[in-house]
């Protein structure tokens, strides 16, 4: 009925035939033996990691810094870019400006005075005449207030009464006699001929006016050339009413005796001179402001000659004024021949 024990126990080492192929055993796994892995081991699950975030902020950094770097290069190429055209422009403003002075090479000449000419009658000028009466010894004495406004240069030009002028009718006069004999208008006229000026207006300054002009701006200082005596005083020996001598301080008397003075053998020019002292002195103590120059012509109740106004007058004083006080202003002699002529450098000079 059964095998032998030896031989079954030889026969169960004998491995048994697998079966054929095409019928595959079913086998369960719990039959099998344990395994030392498991399937979860090899999936393969994305997850975020700080690691991915910190390579996204390095990305848009470098993203940033490089804008940056561009804006930055943007920026100074328009800074060169502009600094370029503000010195070509600079340049262009250089150059026009030598050419407008003729200043650049090529463009003047000593020897073209028509040239010369006519850059300065491109220059704006306000012009004043101004008529000192001596209403006590006599005599006038002129000078033409000169603004130029292209400049900023204040001018009083001293003009000697042998100066020759031609009248209305075509005859030949003096300065003096214009001022005594034809009027004002006249003169003007005859002044703007001669010289080439345009004169706005006359001002009669009598030496009464003179005097009360200098009180009210509160006394001048002059560099005095001469002691001048008192005309006042019945003593010939008596102390002069001015000291000659630097920055002399003088009231409106002293004033009026100093800028009509003329000692005995002296040219009239030296009393002229006198006179253009006074009124640039008179004009350092004025005041610079249009309103209160002008209340000071108004206090002075002058009877001005038209068309000239207080209030022109006020305000072409305060611009002469400003322009004194910075060192702008000077005072010339007009040169002139002993037949009353101007040589014409001497016209071109002045």
Do not use: C
């Amino acid at each position: 009925g059964g095998r032998p024990p030896q031989v079954a126990e030889q026969t169960a080492h004998i491995p048994q035939q697998a079966g054929p192929r095409d019928e595959p055993e079913t086998r369960d796994e719990s039959d099998e033996p344990d395994r030392d892995y498991r399937t979860e081991q090899f999936a393969f699950v994305e997850e975020p990691t700080d690691d991915s975030e910190d390579v996204i902020d390095w990305m848009k950094f470098t993203e940033n810094r490089t804008e940056r770097r561009e804006e930055a290069r943007r920026r100074a190429r328009a800074r060169v870019v502009a600094l370029v055209v503000v010195l070509a422009l600079v340049a262009v403003g250089g150059v026009g400006y030598l050419w407008y002075a003729g200043k650049l090479p090529g463009t003047s000449s000593s020897d073209d005075k028509a040239g010369g000419a006519t850059a300065a009658g491109a220059q704006k000028r306000d012009v004043i005449a101004v008529h000192l009466h001596d209403t006590d010894g006599g005599g006038t004495s002129t000078a033409l207030l000169v603004d130029n406004t292209t400049t900023r240069q204040g001018t009083a030009v001293l003009l000697p009464n042998t100066l020759a002028l031609t009248g209305d009718d075509g005859t030949s006069t003096t300065l003096a006699k214009s001022v005594d004999e034809a009027g004002p208008d006249a003169t003007r006229t005859a002044l703007d001929t001669a010289l080439g000026t345009d004169i706005e207006g006359t001002w009669r300054l009598d030496t009464p006016y003179l005097q009360i002009l200098v009180d009210l701006v509160g006394n001048i200082e002059v560099d005095t050339d001469a002691d001048v005596p008192d005309p006042e005083a019945k003593d010939k020996g008596a102390t002069p009413l001015v000291r000659k001598g630097e920055a002399q301080t003088l009231s409106g008397k002293m004033a009026v005796a100093y800028a009509t003075y003329r000692g005995e053998g002296e040219r009239a020019d030296a009393q002229l001179q006198r006179f253009g002292q006074v009124m640039h002195a008179v004009l350092r103590k004025l005041s610079s402001d249009p309103q209160g120059a002008t209340t000071t012509v108004q206090t002075l109740g002058l009877i001005l000659d038209p068309p000239l106004t207080e209030k022109d007058l006020g305000t072409f004083l305060a611009g002469l004024s400003d322009l004194a006080k910075g060192g702008d202003f000077k005072t010339t002699l007009l040169p002139v021949q002993d037949d009353g002529g101007l040589s014409p450098e001497a016209g071109e000079s002045v």
